[in-house]
């Protein structure tokens, strides 16, 4: 039972995880699940990875936190890196996504600033998702996540995903525009993956209209989707990439990357967190971003994402409740044509965890490192499931 001293916001949750090994974890009871959520998209190299865990041990051992009242050698190494892996300039750290998403936000308005624009505005997609804190909760694209918060953050002007003829229309009415912010798949919006000319018509227009083209990559980077940052999968770099969850394989990390057009702007006294980019999580995640690149797990994320996407549409074919099979590396989701969230509890006791996003979205985030052996018991498990039904 989930105990009457935490706030009710995650509801009642019926399963106490105390052991975890690869893709495996383990109850109370000693119970064995195959996990396909990895802690929503954070960890990535699977649990206890003996890299990770020894990186975390030796800075605790040495010095967790200091602030950034001081310079850290762990958070220079790490900027250092994914400044490298992205292309991009410049980066803060944060603790979480939203508060990427945050810094991303905070960017934005400097730059409509910097351009005299008094009321800067972002465009945000219908059904996105950017974090549960109030700027992002408003650019967020779900009515449930605003009931209850209003007065909503004012300056996002929303428009549908997927669809560059609304951006353009937007840019000819409302002169307040300076950036866009998008999902390059909308993760829990349902797995959405738009159209191939997409993302780069989105980069196309921001240029035309001297906008900031900014990236929420919180779910889709780490290797998630087949390449380090989903955008490397295209011709164009972003102005801002917002990233998180996968970062620290479950020490809270995230950070937000610019590129030169908003590297600059944040200057001394600007922003800042107590938390942010201390030793323990820049050493858990030097650890995460050496060891995906080493050992080729976006490459493999992408080959195991075709591989379970084929051996699902197989398993899966002729059954009346699926209505798609999609995705990108190991970001995956089967549509059914009904309400699905009561397949959470019959897979857990299969030994399978699984995950349920608007509401008939069966969403799949296994680790990056999955073997086919794991694979195919995934498949095996989670299409019994679905056909035994609700
Ligand atoms: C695309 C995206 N942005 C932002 C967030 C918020 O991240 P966090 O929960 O770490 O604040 C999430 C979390 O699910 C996400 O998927």
């Given at each position: 039972?989930?105990?009457?001293?935490?706030?009710?916001?995650?509801?009642?949750?019926?399963?106490?995880?105390?052991?975890?090994?690869?893709?495996?974890?383990?109850?109370?009871?000693?119970?064995?699940?195959?996990?396909?959520?990895?802690?929503i998209?954070?960890?990535?190299?699977?649990?206890?990875?003996?890299?990770?865990?020894?990186?975390?041990?030796?800075?605790a051992?040495?010095?967790?936190?200091?602030?950034?009242?001081?310079?850290?050698?762990?958070?220079?190494?790490?900027?250092?890196?994914?400044?490298?892996?992205?292309?991009?300039s410049?980066?803060?750290?944060?603790?979480?996504?939203?508060?990427?998403?945050?810094?991303?936000?905070?960017?934005?308005?400097?730059?409509?600033?910097?351009?005299?624009?008094?009321?800067?505005?972002?465009?945000?997609?219908?059904?996105?998702?950017?974090?549960r804190?109030?700027?992002?909760?408003?650019?967020?694209?779900?009515?449930?996540?605003?009931?209850?918060?209003?007065?909503?953050?004012?300056?996002?002007?929303?428009?549908?995903?997927?669809?560059?003829?609304?951006?353009?229309?937007?840019?000819?009415?409302n002169?307040?525009?300076?950036?866009?912010?998008?999902?390059?798949?909308?993760?829990?919006?349902?797995?959405?993956?738009?159209?191939?000319?997409?993302?780069?018509?989105?980069?196309?227009?921001?240029?035309?209209?001297?906008?900031?083209?900014?990236?929420?990559e919180?779910?889709?980077?780490?290797?998630?989707?087949?390449?380090?940052?989903?955008?490397?999968?295209?011709?164009?770099?972003?102005?801002?990439?917002?990233?998180?969850?996968?970062?620290?394989?479950?020490?809270?990390?995230?950070?937000?990357?610019?590129?030169?057009?908003?590297?600059?702007?944040?200057q001394?006294?600007?922003?800042?967190?107590?938390?942010?980019?201390?030793?323990?999580?820049?050493?858990?995640?030097?650890?995460?971003?050496?060891?995906?690149?080493?050992?080729?797990?976006c490459e493999?994320?992408?080959?195991?994402?075709?591989?379970?996407?084929?051996?699902?549409?197989?398993?899966?074919?002729?059954?009346?409740?699926?209505?798609?099979?999609?995705?990108?590396g190991?970001?995956?989701?089967?549509?059914?044509?009904?309400?699905?969230?009561?397949?959470?509890?019959?897979?857990?006791?299969?030994?399978?965890?699984?995950?349920?996003?608007?509401e008939?979205?069966?969403?799949?985030?296994?680790?990056?490192?999955?073997?086919?052996?794991?694979?195919?018991?995934?498949?095996?498990?989670?299409?019994?499931?679905?056909?035994?039904?609700?």
């Amino acid at each position: 039972m989930t105990s009457s001293a935490l706030m009710n916001n995650y509801g009642t949750r019926k399963l106490t995880l105390t052991k975890g090994d690869g893709s495996w974890v383990w109850d109370d009871q000693g119970n064995r699940y195959l996990d396909a959520i990895s802690g929503i998209a954070v960890c990535g190299l699977g649990h206890a990875h003996p890299t990770v865990t020894k990186a975390i041990a030796d800075q605790a051992a040495t010095l967790s936190h200091c602030s950034n009242l001081f310079n850290i050698k762990a958070q220079e190494t790490l900027a250092e890196r994914l400044i490298d892996i992205s292309g991009l300039s410049k980066l803060f750290f944060s603790n979480s996504g939203a508060e990427a998403n945050e810094a991303a936000i905070k960017l934005a308005r400097l730059f409509g600033h910097s351009k005299d624009i008094d009321e800067p505005a972002i465009i945000v997609m219908q059904n996105s998702f950017h974090g549960r804190t109030l700027a992002t909760l408003t650019a967020t694209g779900n009515r449930k996540v605003h009931a209850g918060f209003e007065p909503l953050v004012r300056g996002f002007v929303r428009a549908p995903f997927n669809d560059l003829e609304a951006i353009k229309t937007i840019a000819t009415n409302n002169k307040n525009v300076i950036a866009v912010l998008v999902e390059p798949i909308q993760g829990e919006g349902g797995i959405r993956v738009p159209d191939e000319g997409y993302l780069p018509g989105l980069r196309q227009i921001c240029d035309e209209q001297d906008w900031l083209f900014m990236l929420d990559e919180i779910q889709t980077s780490n290797g998630r989707t087949g390449r380090y940052f989903n955008y490397q999968h295209y011709d164009f770099l972003p102005d801002v990439v917002t990233t998180a969850k996968g970062l620290g394989n479950g020490v809270p990390i995230g950070a937000c990357l610019a590129g030169e057009k908003a590297a600059e702007l944040m200057q001394p006294g600007s922003h800042g967190s107590t938390f942010g980019g201390n030793p323990l999580a820049c050493a858990a995640g030097l650890a995460t971003v050496e060891t995906i690149i080493n050992e080729n797990l976006c490459e493999k994320a992408e080959s195991m994402g075709n591989y379970l996407q084929q051996q699902l549409g197989k398993q899966l074919e002729g059954c009346e409740s699926v209505v798609d099979i999609r995705g990108q590396g190991l970001m995956l989701a089967v549509e059914l044509n009904t309400p699905c969230a009561g397949l959470v509890d019959k897979a857990a006791k299969k030994g399978l965890l699984i995950n349920v996003t608007a509401e008939s979205v069966i969403r799949l985030l296994p680790t990056l490192n999955l073997t086919t052996d794991e694979a195919d018991q995934l498949v095996n498990l989670l299409s019994e499931v679905i056909k035994q039904g609700l």
